[in-house]
């Protein structure tokens, strides 16, 4: 299945940020709605799975804590 319309990931909900793929592309896409400054990266599908498997880990780690001591 090829998905090639954009999808909003994230939006601060005081609106001061975006976070967009674009999967034609391969861009993700980090706009401060503020500014106006846009920032953009290539992302494969694979390197989408690390970012998101990253991203869980962080947020786990935040919200219940390290297991490391």
């Known amino acids: 299945m090829e998905i090639r319309e954009a999808h909003l990931l994230y939006r601060h909900p005081d609106a001061e940020g975006?976070?967009?793929?674009?999967?034609?592309?391969?861009?993700?896409k980090t706009v401060d709605e503020?500014?106006?400054?846009?920032?953009?990266?290539?992302?494969d599908p694979a390197g989408l799975l690390k970012i998101a498997e990253a991203m869980t880990r962080?947020?786990?780690?935040m919200l219940y804590g390290s297991d490391k001591k």
């Open 58 to 61: 962080i947020a786990r780690e």
């Open 18 to 28: 975006i976070v967009i793929y674009e999967p034609e592309s391969r861009t993700l």
């Open 34 to 43: 503020d500014s106006g400054i846009e920032v953009y990266i290539e992302v």
